[in-house]
């Protein structure tokens, strides 16, 4: 009898991704959707249609989504019927014209709603792009090229310039060794990486480097920023007339009507949103200080897509569903049974395992050192047997119920047992029927 993995790896999905990596440089556009970084071989790769939490691929395959619910932007779950209506209605009105969207002004009323601090918006259609923006700004502003950073913060040359310094610098940000390939010589030495809720690693940054003139951070990043952290960086911006951004692109809607900075008595100079804003639409935003923003008239930001419809409609369904129904609640109870869940099971079958703080995006960490990428593979292939897409990450939506939960628990505990059985054995590589995966970044030949 053909196993179900045997299936898999001949199936349309997987011969369409081997066509894609010789026409496509590095097989698709976004690294988090390479199926190396899953189980290589047998994962899906390829949608045909999708609906709450579930995922039909190309062959018809049914999988219950408990890993990346579209990286993190279904927040309300595939194909929300009210915010597809929205969106219905305004393609069939017209998506980009020689005249502007007023969808526009009324997602800027919104977002200024929900960030009081705030009194200028700028729209883009990506987090990168979105960044890109919110840089530029706060350079202008504060007159000043050098910027300290926390986290992962998009593709961009400002971004990847950190490696010109040094090929590690990135490591514990983004992926390890990363070559800034393209990225100008001459930004080496303007933007300088801290560790996150470090505050002797800020501070010696801001000491070795005083031109400083943008801080830029996570909202949250796996656990959240402590008020020390938080404290220390106001502070500091404060009395060197530093621009703090707020990168909420992940964690933005998630804990709050807002961001995780509303949870935490602190205010930046601009908050970023991405992803979720729109609920799988495209669709991001730079919100900030009226004075900062206003610098966006002096130095050239534009771009024709920026002012397309369809964004606007979309966040501003999503969001008037989010605020209505305090989406964010959902998000945190579901994430703390997902996190408990795994707990528990862990102690039944005697696995090393810590789950982090920040619920809406709950994940776990093996304690394996050398063998963890393995174990996280065979996770992730015993799972797609029983109809999940699972990884160690779980990006709650509000399509995830509590039944939905209890069955995937489960199915966990299964494959814990097996995990378990494995380690005491020590072969648990004789049971992959895949590759290891694969979380750096490599080329694709």
């Known amino acids: ?83 597809d209506a929205a969106v219905v209605d305004a393609v069939n009105s017209g998506i980009s014209t020689t005249l502007n969207a007023p969808e526009e002004v009324a997602l800027a009323e919104s977002l200024l709603n929900s960030n009081p601090f705030a009194g200028g918006v700028k729209f883009a259609r990506t987090g990168g792009e979105a960044m890109a923006i919110a840089v530029r700004i706060a350079r202008a502003h504060s007159k000043r090229d050098t910027i300290a950073f926390s986290g992962y913060h998009g593709w961009s040359d400002w971004y990847l310039a950190s490696n010109l310094s040094s090929a590690n610098n990135l490591t514990d940000h983004l992926l390890p060794g990363l070559d800034p390939l393209g990225v100008p010589s001459g930004l080496e030495g303007t933007i300088y990486p801290f560790k996150y809720n470090d505050v002797d690693d800020f501070s010696r940054v801001i000491e070795r480097h005083p031109d400083v003139g943008t801080i830029v951070i996570e909202g949250a990043r796996y656990d959240y920023p402590s008020e020390e952290f938080l404290h220390i960086i106001s502070s500091t911006a404060k009395k060197y007339g530093i621009v703090i951004i707020s990168d909420e692109i992940t964690s933005g809607w998630r804990v709050s009507n807002g961001g995780v900075y509303k949870t935490k008595n602190f205010i930046p100079d601009i908050v970023v949103y991405g992803k979720g804003m729109g609920n799988g639409y495209a669709i991001s935003a730079v919100v900030g200080k009226k004075d900062i923003m206003n610098i966006a008239q002096d130095t050239f930001i534009s771009s024709t897509f920026w002012t397309e419809r369809i964004g606007f409609v979309a966040a501003l369904k999503t969001l008037e569903i989010f605020k209505r129904d305090r989406v964010w609640e959902h998000l945190m109870e579901i994430g703390s049974l997902i996190g408990e869940g795994w707990l528990r099971l862990a102690k039944k079958h005697g696995l090393i395992l810590q789950i982090t703080d920040f619920k809406p995006l709950i994940t776990m960490k093996f304690g394996y050192s050398d063998t963890n990428q393995e174990i996280i593979t065979l996770f992730t292939q015993e799972m797609l047997k029983r109809g999940y897409l699972a990884s160690t990450s779980v990006y709650v939506s509000i399509a995830h119920s509590k039944e939905i939960v209890e069955d995937y628990l489960k199915h966990v505990d299964s494959v814990f047992n097996v995990i378990s059985k494995a380690i005491s054995d020590q072969n648990v590589q004789s049971l992959l029927e895949c590759s290891v995966k694969v979380d750096g970044f490599k080329r694709l030949t």
């Open 1 to 83: 009898m053909v196993s179900q993995m045997e299936l898999l790896s001949n199936s349309n999905g997987y011969k369409l991704w081997n066509k894609a990596t010789q026409i496509i440089p590095g097989g698709n556009s976004l690294l988090s959707k390479r199926p190396d970084r899953y189980a290589p071989g047998i994962w899906p790769t390829y949608f045909s249609r999708a609906k709450g939490c579930e995922i039909w691929d190309i062959d018809g395959n049914k999988y219950i989504d408990m890993a990346q619910m579209g990286i993190g932007t279904a927040i309300l779950g595939y194909c929300n019927d009210e915010v």
